[in-house]
């Protein structure tokens, strides 16, 4: 099963946060596994990728999928974000536990990939520049949904870095008032997406952390590093956008 958003956004792009069910891989990357380099079977991965392509009208664009370190030759050396303008290219990065954020614009639409490194650089925020340079839109045009990650009751962090999160996002960054050293991520990159201009109206945040909902998704701090990943996908298609279905 996947968490599926179609094109209510009226920027024509169908996208996908997807969960860890509905695919072929064996434990400990049952079963949806997307990710390529966390020792999975290839054929496995190579068949979970045509399923998720397939649950968002996508399958017939498989050849000219964009996923860091596969694909496309610009991405090989890894990317934390990607911008995509063009129509019929379906763009998909992998996540187990890091926040991933999918921007869409009339034009174009971005995917960012979260880690705390990534979320104090302001990726999010920076990936939203990019795509209103690159469509021409405005801030106002753009809708921003950030997806599944570990939750600030799950991320417990070192004193540095509460205070240089702090630094940056204010206060609200923390979760609760006595676990000072818990840290809210998703918070911190809906945070970069309002600075960006992306109006709070049109933000959604997935507040289901990764890190309890193993059955759901991957988490690579609760499964201590041993997992598969799921991710999120987009695509933006010519024409009439084909209808997107659940996972089996």
Sequence with gaps: MALLSDTESGCGVTFAFTERTGGVSAEPFASLNLGDSCGDAPAAV???????????GAADCAGALV????????????????????????????????????????????????????????????????????????????KAYVGPHIGGVDYEVSAQMIRDFT???????????????????????????????VLRENLAVCRVSTATATDRFFSYRAEAGNCGRHAALAVMRTGTTPAWEPLD
């Design 46 to 56: 190579a068949e979970n990728r045509r399923r998720a392509l397939t649950a968002i």
């Design 67 to 142: 996923t860091p370190h596969q694909a496309a030759a610009q991405a090989r050396s890894g990317a934390d974000a990607v911008v995509c303008t063009a129509p019929d290219v379906p763009v998909l990065l992998c996540f187990a536990d890091c926040v991933p954020a999918v921007i869409c614009a009339p034009g174009g639409f971005a995917v960012a990939h979260s880690g705390w490194r990534g979320t104090i650089a302001r990726i999010a925020q920076k990936t939203a520049r990019v795509l209103m340079d690159e469509t021409g839109c405005a801030a106002a045009d753009l």
């Design 167 to 197: 630094a940056e996002f204010g206060e609200g960054v923390h979760v609760g008032v006595a676990s000072r050293r818990k840290l809210d991520l998703g918070y911190a990159v809906a945070c970069a997406l309002t600075d960006a201009g």
